[in-house]
DNA sequence: ACCTAATAAGGAGTAATAAT
DNA sequence: ATTATTACTCCTTATTAGGT
């Protein structure tokens, strides 16, 4: 199988990154199927989820990505073995758009094929939100220091840990206000709605 | 194999297309059936759905597309191995309508034989229904994550699997209130119909 | 004609981003 | 930081169309 070695690019003015072709995980080297799982427990470098025994991984330095989230993160495109990518800013790039980067060029994209650049939405697992919610209970603003420990316990980024409380800073306001300002403003017309939401958040395990 | 080489058009007014015979992806020179996975993991340049190691796929210039996403943008009409076609603005044309575009000439589409882009219906085994059915009977709203375990159990893609399960659904909710609501619109006629209602759901198996 | 897979239109919830 | 907005993903429902 035609496969690739690690080739650095040649005269890269940037620091980080250098070329190489893109190879599975699994095969460091030789194998296939069998190696699946041997990534499985630490979380993906571009999601942050979990990456399980079950997922294809590949990995760039010391990153590990799931399959679908190898992909250039200017043109979102998922790269494939064999193909040349750069690790810039921690961030993929295909080859063409880490040779713009190079460049300074961010014109010439339409031609380039950027294609939408999907914004990227995280799906936490019930447990993430557990340990997020159970956290949130007891302090809806945690430093800093605490968001690190919360962002490590539930396997994603200070970052991502960061948007979640914002939101459910956000989303709490609002369902106390919409609990306090009557909420009917004409008429309690049917007494038959009960609005009980909000906590059916434990689910059976 | 009739086989097609590519084949510039001579003095094209417009600058991105030319002509070209189709030819799928998987003969770049040789191979059939085992390099079908060799572009899986870009989206479909159509579509934008992420191309699978299962698809086929044809390529034009830089673009990639499922086999039935290479089709005219005009007429819908898939192309063929062998067939000329042109891309323009990015869009691909089959030769009628690409003349066309190149005459400036929007009418005549329905003479010209614009078609309705047959959409392609999955006719499932009765192991995969059974498959579904049997997740369906212990829930019938499953996670993204068991989802993906159904489709991958039966074959199918995430896709095709999620559509089974809301027409499920929406067939189960259906028959319910069939059997609940009176069927008898006018009078209670009978007094004998007892609204045992709700346990009628387990199908035989 | 049926049955039903696929599409489409519209809503809910919310992660991520922008604006302040 | 907050607030407002955007956009992704999921759902439901109704409709369209493929294949016996």
New interface residues.
Partial sequence: MTSPGIRPVSGAPIATPYWTTTIPVTSEGETSTAEKSKEFGTPCSKCNVTITSDDWVRKAHDNCYH??C?SCSVC?????TGEQFALHDNSLHCKIHYLQVLQGNKLGDERL?K??AKRQRT?FTEEQVHVFQSYFNVEQNPDPQDLDTIADQAGVTRRVAQVWFQNARSRSKRNMQMNTVSPVPKECSSSEHSFDSLDDLTYSD
Same sequence: chains 1, 2.
């Fill in positions: 399959l679908n190898f979102n495109r998922q790269l494939s094929g294609r939408k799906a």
